[in-house]
């Protein structure tokens, strides 16, 4: 089992908003680049869709509870398809029917992703990264990097955060950004 942490990211290290679904003023900068730069499995992600289960927070999962289930194509299959659990204190079981195969955590993530047999997949969910990343259970990280310095917004690893080692495991650009596959050094 290993914990896949993704993540649209600015070249300085923010991570919120990069759709504008929050209504940030600076949001939607990863989508100023075209469908091209964000549809599809820019991650690749591959099987670990079909094999491995989705963690997700509560603004994240209520997100993508709106986009994917109505669309058909391969990606959003799969995205429809993976076990989707979703950490949250205030959606209930009946929320969460509105997306197929998704449910609730009881508890901690962190102490849900320990107990866990498949990989697990962390889109977006800041908090649920934060939390898994203070437990040392972060496996690795793909960030999909756009050409852009916000200067302000809520960073990935902040500078508070704790220290931790990385091994560049491959870059390639996809587009106008550039995707880079991170995993937790050896010890």
Not at 112 to 119: G, H, I, L, M, T
Not at 133 to 148: K, N, T
């Amino acid at each position: 089992m290993s914990v896949v942490v993704i993540e649209f990211i600015t070249v300085d290290g923010v991570v919120s908003d990069p759709d504008g679904s929050a209504g940030t003023p600076l949001g939607g900068w990863a989508f100023r680049y075209g469908p091209e730069a964000v549809a599809g499995d820019k991650f690749r992600l591959g099987r670990t869709l079909d094999d491995g289960v989705l963690l997700l927070g509560r603004a994240t999962w209520q997100l993508f509870a709106r986009l994917w289930p109505g669309r058909a194509d391969p990606f959003s299959v799969r995205m429809n398809a993976v076990p989707k659990l979703v950490a949250s204190r205030t959606l209930t079981a009946a929320d969460t029917s509105a997306w197929a195969n998704s449910r609730l955590l009881d508890g901690d993530p962190a102490e849900a992703v320990k107990s866990e047999r498949r990989d697990v997949v962390v889109a977006g969910s800041l908090s649920v990264v934060d939390r898994l990343r203070a437990a040392d259970l972060v496996d690795e990280y793909r960030l999909l990097s756009f050409p852009v310095v916000l200067g302000t917004g809520r960073r990935l690893f902040p500078g508070e955060g704790p220290h931790a080692d990385l091994e560049c495991l491959a870059a390639e650009q996809v587009g106008a950004a550039v995707l880079t596959r991170y995993r937790r050094a050896a010890r």
